[in-house]
Nanobody
Framework: QVQLVESGGGLVQAGGSLRLSCAAS????????MGWFRQAPGKEREFVSA????????YYADSVKGRFTISRDNAKRTVDLRLDSLKPEDTAVYYC?????????WGKGTLVTVSS
């Protein structure tokens, strides 16, 4: 089984920054992609960013490209998301995911609130 725990959410003013972190635990595994989705109030969950096992490939939603940066540490089994130049529309619960052999595992989420 795989467990994911996110941290780092909070309240920040528009233009500010946050760093989200997600730690994976459980069974031993390799070669998995990780990333982040988010869900704003009253909206569907949407893709934010993903990173390959090697870290050599990163992907971003157009809405966050140039403002968010994803990274990972395989030794620690963590994935981080740096959020810069935050906007009120970035307010959402951010969920970490891990894709292992075609199955997505999810964390419980961390709330990011951006005030105007």
């Amino acid at each position: 089984q795989v467990q994911l725990v996110e941290s780092g959410g909070g309240l920040v003013q528009a233009g500010g920054s946050l760093r989200l972190s997600c730690a994976a635990s459980g069974r031993s595994f390799r070669s998995y992609a990780m990333g982040w989705f988010r869900q704003a109030p009253g909206k569907e969950r949407e893709f934010v960013s993903a990173i390959s096992w090697s870290g050599g490939n990163t992907y971003y939603a157009d809405s966050v490209k140039g403002r968010f940066t994803i990274s990972r540490d395989n030794a620690k089994r963590t994935v981080d998301l740096r959020l810069d130049s935050l906007k009120p529309e970035d307010t959402a619960v951010y969920y970490c995911y891990l894709n292992l052999y075609g199955t997505n595992y999810w964390g419980k989420g961390t709330l990011v609130t951006v005030s105007s």
